[in-house]
């Protein structure tokens, strides 16, 4: 294994979820080279420290990938149409957190726990899959390799986070507004670029991004698709119901399963514990499971509540939490980059 | 059709529930001749307000019940399973909010809109089913009625007034803190009478009531047995997954059908919409779904995000959510008072 370094850009190194890339990448230690961090135009200039170092955010533009080896891109679908393709030109290895080009058949969608394998497929890009779906697939996949998979009913409460900084703000703005008798005035949420808006503090909202034409919104369609992409099975059966619930950062997961055969509780238990990536928290008579706010700031996916539906031998129950940030977006996002700099490094 | 008036008795009725029965009592302007307000020893002496008269509260003891004809009972199982006994013995019919009675064989379990018949049935009380339970089967009678019901897979969003007015506090103090940075301390939530507390503000907890051996809660094991019980087929498969949220008033639900054959998803919508208690909201191009928010004060059980499962051709998505406190407790008793009313006022 060599000591070579590489040349990263992190586009849209200013967001929430780039901030994370930023932090991950130092306490990972990963082999930089060259950091460039790049972003819109509008926060171009600004400063961000690396390592104890003032780094200047410039402009993410073509030119800006001459020269690099591996960029992290997270600063929207749009963004990354624009400038993954002019990256690929120059070279560089894009790991993309957008949806740009999750459902592109030439695009891996990988998650390593998953389908490491798939990475060294790419032609440029490798889409990081919707938080949601990573956290479900990461916790199933010792369950499909064991027993095959044939049906997935997944309900989701996810964190505002997800919706990004504004959403945030709102949550808060609109919790103390109720805390002290103000009207609430939902500006944000459900969807920022859609005319309504609902209030969510003290509220369970189905609704995550815009409604498709079959009455499911993108984020459900997501959950549904990713899976089978990722899973590597277009025949496992999944079908979504996609919730914001008032909680910052982490979302929950009631997930239900149908094997494709029967099982032993004991070993679904003893396969999620020795698997990578997953903790199991499952212990109800000292009333532990996971919660949201146990799994902020962790990069683990955190899985409990297993039980065995009572009228079906081949049905079981699952609790899944993780931080949509970390393993849900940025921590996944360096574990890809990870893998591409190791087998340069072993070439 | 007589104007008969009957003698009325209100157990727990300082209560949030009892609260609830009380001012539909009036709003519905039940025949009362004489109104019985009875609680705990602790709550007796303090006065209450129907139709504009103050009303003492007095202590539940067995005599309390001489003379009462129909009760309604929300103080906890220990009273119910103490004085429903001694009502019964004199004579009353009794209608019990908690879950002393439910299972048992000899004791109807009651939403009107799906089982009314089965009130006469009664040997001296009718149960009134877990709140969870209510607004599910309401919503899910239509279907069954059509299609047949084979399998129901459901994950809760629950508000903390299920929990009671001490929930309710400890939400807003755990809100309070963290908006201004204080320390959260939980001390009512998950179960009060358990030794591990959980944070609620901004957390979604995978745990209401007791565990059971087998892995679910007391709750998750209402809603499968009560479900089967009032559907009144045992061959019904149901599993759930229950989990309270930040939310006042309001239970959500997300729940998945498989229904007994293939259906057109149009129907549905005309059977639920034509269905008594229910009202379908459900326009995705309006972004319009129900809302616990909305929910909150009304008696009807909402319904939207009707969607058939992509992978299922009996496969069926909905979100259901009703208040928790009227349907799925003061609103659905009421309605049997009033059911019971009506055929003696015919007799």
Redesign the interface.
Known sequence: MSNETFNVAVVGSTGAVGEQILRLLEERNFPIKTLKLLSSARSAGSKLKFKGEDVTVEEAKPESFEGVQIALFSAGGDVSKALVPEAIKRGTVCIDNTSAFRMDPTAPLVVPEVNAEKIFEHNGVIANPNCSTIQMVAALKPLQDRYGLK?I?V?T?QAVSGSGAKAIAEL?RQ??AI?NGEPVNPDVL??AS???K??IA??????IDK?TD???TYEEMKM?NETKKIMGDESI???A?C?R????YGH?E?V?VELGSEYDLAEVRSLLENAPGLTVIDD??????????DAAGKNDVFV?????????PT?L?L?IVSDNLLKGAAWNAVQIAEIIAARSQQA
Chains 1, 2 share one sequence.
């Open positions: 049906r009913i309900s409460y808060n919790t103390k805390v459900p969807v859609l005319p309504v609902h209030q003290f509220n369970a909202v189905p609704q409604f079959n009455g499911f549904i059966q999944v079908t119901t919730v619930i008032p909680v910052v929950s009631s239900y109800p008579a000292n009333q532990a499971y996971p919660l949201a706010t409990g509540r297993l039980r065995r539906d009572l009228d079906s049905g129950n609790w």
